[in-house]
């Protein structure tokens, strides 16, 4: 769990190479498998936009020293703002894999994402217990319908025209005086789903301008801020070798450097 985050910072120690900020954390002839950094999109519709698919299809093409464009699949996303591991197919049939196990995870349990937070503290929901005692997680189930107008999603109730159910399971592990560090289990992926459920629950992610109105009320250099929030663990299965393939990174900058312990 983000926990771990009480080691030293190990995050270009787990890197193999670097391409610009984007760090490539496994990579064989199937899948690539990286770490994507804060406020770079997975893919911009935005041709002056540098996106993670531009810049890895570039790599892909000097590595090769072939010609004609490579073919990047991808199979999940995570939003612009939001730091973490992300995997890339480099075949077709490897896409059509993954993207299967992605949508099949709720029965097979063959794709575990897990995600790090730094969330306003709220005294309603924390339960303080000894130290010693594990974390205790619980789970968030809403309704959530997306508005494409304003690229946010908000939460409806159950029966709503559009709406997707939307779970995960938190627990809060460690907390500050007015903040919280939270790890996610996503168990489904909607548009900006954790945000959405986080803040619907009292506990916007810190940094989120889109939905915490403390962070949205900031002013000066805290614009640049982007939300506290890692994708720090991904598992799945290789599409190839049916090999169990397990990544994990610490999430890095902002509010959780406050959770951080040399």
Do not use: W
């Amino acid at each position: 769990m983000c926990g771990e985050m009480k080691t030293e910072n190990s995050n270009q120690k787990q890197c193999i190479k670097m391409v610009g900020n984007i760090g490539i954390l496994y990579e064989d002839p199937y899948i690539l498998v990286c770490r994507k950094p804060a406020g770079v999109p997975v893919q911009s519709a935005n041709a002056r936009v540098k996106d993670m698919v531009s810049i890895l299809k570039l790599y892909l093409l000097e590595e090769s020293g072939k010609t004609g464009e490579p073919y990047l699949g991808i199979v999940h996303r995570l939003d612009q703002p939001v730091q973490g591991v992300i995997v890339f197919a480099k075949t077709k049939q490897a896409a059509a894999n993954l993207s299967s196990q992605i949508a099949d995870r709720k029965g097979s349990g063959q794709v575990v994402k897990r995600y790090c937070a730094v969330v306003r503290r709220n005294a309603d929901i924390y339960k303080e217990t000894e130290t010693e005692t594990a974390a205790e997680y619980q789970e968030l189930t809403d309704y959530l319908q997306r508005d494409r107008r304003t690229n946010t999603s908000y939460i409806v109730p159950k029966g709503t025209k559009g709406a997707k159910e939307s779970k995960l399971r938190y627990a809060i592990l460690e907390e500050t005086e007015d903040l919280s560090l939270v790890d996610i289990e996503l168990l489904t992926g909607r548009h900006h789903q954790i945000r959405v459920q986080l803040s619907g629950a009292g506990m916007p992610i810190a940094g989120d301008k889109k939905y915490d109105e403390k962070s949205a009320k900031t002013t000066g250099t805290r614009e640049k801020e982007t939300p506290a929030l890692c994708a720090y663990s991904l598992s799945f299965l290789h599409p190839k070798t049916g090999k169990q393939m397990d990544f994990t990174v610490l999430p890095e900058g902002g509010a959780f450097e406050k959770f951080r312990k040399e």
